[in-house]
């Protein structure tokens, strides 16, 4: 099992201790042991799809728990199946399957929750990044995330961007140089914090420092910037500085870009627009398990 994969096993895991899954007080009562039954996962809205493989692996993560408590036996798999065509990435249309589901109906209910909450937050992040990319379409502007994510969820929030036509920026804090407003004011300004980064960074290793004004860009240019993060800038002042940077860095607009006016910095010239929101404040997809006795 790779670094990855390890990773979304243990955010499996904790989820599945913090709903004490392996404790369903309910389905304990009502649910008689053995019962089989089947449920189809169900998109209840138009929504792009991501996530889909989480399916099996909670399942899979609820039968090693199983196995793992004194005396513990691994329950028999549970069955999931999905049409050819649903895949993540594509779009589903409300009252569609997404997968079928069909085992113990106790380890059905009992992973139902975890399932649907992984479900609901990757296909809204996806969703939402689909309508910026259909936002610009037409344009050279690509759409980028951002790294506001809530902790641990950041792996499979920016998979799911990849889901709705997006891009991925920096993975985390060592995946890139980008020199931002805080390090700028440290470092004692632009062409400062600049020139010591371009001094001291590896061979090849690319830098992007972060600029608020047509006169820092300008600084910026001048010390040898490659790429350049436009911070809270207007369209008018990101088409300003399209022009200014002009094959001389790559540009990247980010700070107040929502729905309505991101196709204004895309025909301002802006090869890359970042937006936080697609992490940060996408709405859950809608999405249901029904179960019926088998």
Request: aromatic share 2%.
């Amino acid at each position: 099992m790779d670094w990855h994969s390890r990773r979304i096993a243990a955010l499996i895991e904790a989820a599945l201790r913090e709903d004490h899954a392996l404790a369903d007080a309910t389905t304990a009562l009502v649910v008689a042991p053995g019962q089989e039954a089947q449920g189809e996962i169900i998109a209840k809205q138009d929504l792009t799809l991501a996530g889909l493989g989480i399916v099996p692996r909670v399942f899979a993560g609820w039968a090693e728990l199983c196995a793992a408590q004194p005396g513990g036996v691994r329950p028999r798999p549970v069955v999931v199946t999905s049409q050819g065509e649903v895949l993540d990435g594509v779009r589903l249309r409300a009252g569609q399957t997404v997968a079928v589901v069909r085992g113990e109906a106790r380890q059905l209910l009992a992973c139902e929750r975890t399932i649907l909450n992984f479900l609901q937050r990757l296909c809204g992040i996806a969703t939402l990044t689909r309508r910026y990319v259909e936002a610009v379409a037409g344009t050279a502007a690509r759409i980028l995330d951002t790294r506001k994510t809530p902790p641990g969820l950041r792996q499979l929030d920016k998979y799911a961007v990849t889901c709705g036509g997006g891009l991925n920026h920096r993975a985390d804090l060592s995946d890139g140089v980008l020199i931002k407003n805080n390090h700028i004011r440290l470092a004692g300004g632009v062409a400062a914090a600049l020139e010591r980064a371009l001094a001291r960074r590896r061979p090849g290793q690319p830098i992007e420092i972060e600029v608020r004004s047509l006169a820092e860009l300008e600084t910026a240019l001048r010390g040898g910037a490659e790429r350049i993060l436009l911070d809270n800038m207007t369209p008018a002042e990101a088409r300003q500085a399209a022009a200014i940077a002009a094959g001389r860095a790559e540009l990247e607009a980010s700070g107040g870009i929502n729905l309505t006016n991101v196709r204004a910095y895309a025909e301002a010239g802006v090869p890359y627009i970042s937006v936080g929101a697609l992490t940060h404040s996408a709405p859950a997809a809608d999405l249901a398990l029904r179960m019926v006795p088998v």
